[in-house]
């Protein structure tokens, strides 16, 4: 079983930027796709970001430009994070790190294995 948990949601002012973390109790080699996704109240989840193996990553169109997903496998643990730029009030969700051995990654696929609990994140105007 996969674990990961998520830090670095708070509120910020639009314009700001934030960083999430996400820390996986697993290794880069055994993770085909790893994700952030947001979910919005009463709405579900959308992709934001992911990241393939081999370091290949897809943006939804709502944050090109503006957030940039990475990861570390440099020490034991497999990190993941979220670089979140220039922040509108409509990013305000609730976002969750994702992650996956063997699905396709792109932000259109919800059906990752493994998830986070989750760390708000509010942008006010």
């Known amino acids: 079983q996969v674990q990961l948990v998520e830090s670095g949601g708070g509120s910020v002012q639009a314009g700001g930027s934030l960083v999430l973390s996400c820390a996986a109790s697993?290794?880069?080699?055994?993770?085909?796709?790893m994700a952030w996704f947001r979910q919005f109240p009463g709405k579900e989840r959308e992709g934001v970001a992911t990241i393939r193996r081999d370091g290949y990553t897809t943006y939804a169109d709502s944050v090109k430009g503006r957030f940039t997903i990475s990861q570390d496998n440099a020490k034991s643990t497999l990190y993941l994070y979220l670089q979140m730029n220039s922040l509108k009030p409509e990013d305000t969700a609730m976002y969750y790190c994702?992650?996956?051995?063997?699905?396709?990654?792109?932000?259109?696929?919800?059906?990752?294995?493994?998830w986070g609990q989750g760390t708000q994140v509010t942008v006010s105007s």
């Open positions: 697993a290794s880069l080699p055994s993770m085909n796709c």
């Open positions: 994702a992650a996956d051995p063997w699905a396709d990654c792109s932000v259109s696929n919800r059906g990752l294995n493994y």
